[in-house]
């Protein structure tokens, strides 16, 4: 089917999202709390456009309502920069350390006001951690707390006997609000201290421990199993191929 997306005709999938759609056309949509591993939130808002049906014009989060019928779409109208603008401004304000924050706070030439911050704050609750861990079995952290005071913690802001140390909520959060330490052989995070292994192929710290038996455990793969990094794996799963092709001719 095709809808209209800032005057062009653009071809869209049913059921895809606007925001998927126009990644698909390389139109640009800012966000913060989408990842393409969990689909849309509509958390951060960032992400809103104008959409016009049937003569009726109103804004919605573009990651995630669907496509479902003929519409059109406009992703840069002047209410829209504006609500960005502050979507922006709000959430520099709620997290005025993080890098990221800074950046778009002057790309959108917003105005800074008089609401209260934390200079030292980072995180703008987008969840896509909590839902990294989740995704990967652990449920190690969680949002606790309500209002002004929620936040992302461990159970009881101690180490957590299900955190395996993976570093996944670490490397999806957008605003680099958790903080994963590496010295030497090991890596601490969430107030917990792991043993990096090393790749037996190439020798690189790859995981923990923790991360790897955990994932061992899952998949039901022996004790016995080579600890290999990534890129080594795929080496050899491709070195098992070709030697399997060319036993056969």
Request: proline fraction near 3%; charged fraction near 30%.
């Amino acid at each position: 089917m095709q809808i209209i997306i800032d005057g062009k005709k653009i071809d869209a999938v049913y059921g895809d999202t606007i925001l998927e759609t126009c990644r698909k056309a390389d139109i640009y949509i800012p966000t913060l709390c989408y990842h393409e591993a969990f689909g849309g939130q509509g958390r951060c808002r960032l992400c809103m456009v104008e959409l016009e049906k049937e003569g009726q014009k109103k804004m919605v989060a573009a990651c995630t309502y669907p496509i479902t019928e003929k519409i059109e779409v406009r992703t840069s109208t002047p209410l829209i920069k504006k609500t960005r603008r502050n979507i922006i401004m709000l959430l520099y304000k709620r997290a005025p350390n993080s890098l990221l924050l800074q950046k778009l706070f002057r790309e959108y030439e917003c105005q800074d006001n008089s609401l209260k911050e934390d200079p030292a704050e980072r995180c703008i609750l987008c969840n896509l951690c909590v839902q990294a861990c989740q995704e990967i079995g652990s449920n190690a952290i969680s949002l606790i707390m309500r209002g002004t005071d929620k936040r992302v913690a461990s159970p009881y802001d101690e180490a957590s006997e299900a955190c395996t140390g993976c570093g996944a909520c670490a490397l999806i959060c957008p605003t680099a609000a958790i903080e994963m330490v590496e010295e030497g052989n090991k890596r601490s995070i969430w107030n917990k201290t792991f043993e990096l292994l090393a790749c037996e192929r190439c020798g690189k710290l790859y995981t923990t421990k923790e991360q790897w038996e955990f994932t061992a455990k899952k998949n039901n793969a022996c004790a016995s199993d080579r600890q290999l990094c990534e890129s080594c794996r795929k080496k050899a799963v491709a070195e098992k191929i070709k030697a399997y092709q060319a036993a056969e001719h």
